[in-house]
């Protein structure tokens, strides 16, 4: 398989790996409020949450999760001595670290939500789907940037933007309200 279809397919699988992150963590957040509902309310939108959780989780999220890390595992075995020589690329494996962290708390927090123990509220639950958003922000503008990118200003523009997610959650909270 040439190196330009593995990149594709890691590309593709990105998307579609992001795509259940953020309706997950969105799925979390209708099923949180509807346990503060009417009981009967309550009981069918949590099993429908739950069965929607479920599915996302197992048949696209993770799926997606493997193909990414296998196809970008591919790409630097194709090309490894460029890769592996790069720091921006060093970089962006430590936040790809860091992402399936997230990946794998997120799953945590499914199961917290389907048993009903999860002590998040809503609005936590909002700042943890805008933390993949940085996630995404970060490795994007490395992978793009790659060394042309001034660290200083790279660093200081990931927290800008992190704040200005947080503060866009927290305006949405009080107009919510």
Known sequence: MSFDIVKSLHIIFVVCWFAGLFYMVRLFIYHKEAQIGPVDEKT???????????????????????????????????????????????????????????????????YLIQSESLRWSSTQLRLWNELATLFLVAIV?????????????????????????????????????
Do not use: D
Request: proline fraction near 2%; charge should be positive.
């Open 44 to 110: 069918i939108l949590s099993k429908q949450f739950k069965i929607m959780e479920h599915k996302l989780w197992w048949i696209i999220t993770t799926p997606s999760m493997v193909l990414t890390v296998l196809f970008g595992a591919w790409m630097i075995v194709l090309n490894h001595e460029y890769y592996l020589s790069q720091p921006w690329m060093h970089l962006k494996l430590l936040f790809v670290l860091l992402l399936i962290v997230y990946h794998f708390f997120t799953q945590r927090i499914m």
């Open 141 to 177: 503008f490395l992978v793009v940037l790659k060394s042309t990118l001034n660290w200083l200003y790279g660093t200081v523009g990931f927290f800008a933007v992190g704040l200005g997610l947080m503060t866009a959650v927290r305006m949405y909270k009080r107009f919510r309200s």
